[in-house]
């Protein structure tokens, strides 16, 4: 057969696949100038507390904070080795001080991988909460001073951020509706909206001042990616929906390139306070401190502290999603976020952004642990009569003098 012949026999054969592609990428399948996929998030076809398991065999009980594993020590994860509650009832009937709740959700983040932190903070290491003995610096053991409970994971849509939300905030009311404080441990930080919402449907809007640790500015408007929610926007979605006044929005450790200028001009319109690593590193941090300190005090009555771990150096905090050099020590914020908690009436408290599957060296975990117990140990200060978050055991400081 001659070449010419064989190239127009294979030109031919070609015609009918060119066709089905054509068709196939005709703009019929969805609006490219719109760009948009619709969802319906209220869809009654999916129903995520059909999540929940069938609890119709399990023996009966009554109501109140509960262990479920045969050793004190180990057999069934919980947070900090603490007792589980799964009721507003149960929380009531055990005059819960405390509730830990996970929420392992992560599509509101680049990196997946966060939805996995609660997981990591319940299996991390035993020896890191003492075994409930004093706190060195302070000389008060939270474990001894709170009833604090697991509240076990919320419900979480993993293919969706928006059917989640409702959720979470659902789960936060009813802790925050018992007089509880509800600790949140993420997930990732589209969490702050659904938790400061909810702790706010029981306290009142605009009741509620929020400190927000962070190196990114969180405050994305809406149109994010096309998204209104997202771990990029949890201030913009508070701030416009009126459940916190921006006067009342306190934000700690922003750094590297977000937000440009219009993100600071927003925030001083809207009246936010700030302190960048800019102020801390011409002003210092002992300094910059106690200005957080004295801005919280005089704040609205009740206080949320949002604390996204990729505020601390990846030094200290490889293991989350959005990691930023030149960032703040253990050493910085252990003290001023157990201050913070003992010298507010607080009444949440979040930890997001913890990725265990990009923390190698384990610091994040360890640090994140520690970080919640700092905050638990304030609130321990503050039911124990302790007004100064500065307050430090003179034990445990050896000064010289010998004791009488
Ligand atoms: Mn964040």
Known sequence: ???????????????????????????????????????????????????????????????????????NSAGVLSFFKLPIALTPEDLEAGEVDVAILGAPIDMGVGMRGAGNGPKSLRESLGVLDGGGLPHMHTGVAWKQVLTAVDYGDSPIDRFSIERSMPIVREMVREIAATGAIPIVIGGDHSLEYPDVAGVADVYGKENVGVIHFDAHYDAASDGYSGHLISHAQPIYRLIEEGHVLGSNYIQVGLRGYWPGEE?????????????????????????????????????????????????????????????????????EVFPLVRALCTENNLVGFELVELNPLVDPGYTTVMNANRLVQECLTGIAMRRSGISDGGYLNPLTVDDGIPDP
């Open 1 to 71: 057969m001659p070449k010419i012949n064989r190239s127009l026999i294979v030109l031919a054969a070609l015609i009918p696949i060119w066709v089905v592609i054509g068709q196939d990428f005709t703009p019929s399948v969805f609006d490219r100038n719109d760009g948009s996929i619709p969802m319906n998030t209220q869809d009654p076809s999916f129903d995520l507390w059909s999540q929940l398991r069938d609890a119709s065999n399990d023996p009966g009980r009554e109501p109140g904070p509960f262990y479920p594993g045969r050793l």
């Open 263 to 331: 993100g600071f001009r927003w925030m001083r319109e809207n009246r936010f306070r700030y302190h960048t690593m800019v102020e801390i590193e011409r002003d210092g941090w002992d300094a910059v401190m106690e200005r957080i300190l004295a801005e919280a005090n005089d704040g609205p009555e009740y206080l949320y502290v949002s604390f996204d771990i990729d505020v601390l150096d990846p030094a200290y905090a490889a293991g989350t999603g959005t990691p930023e050099p030149g960032g703040l020590t253990p050493r």
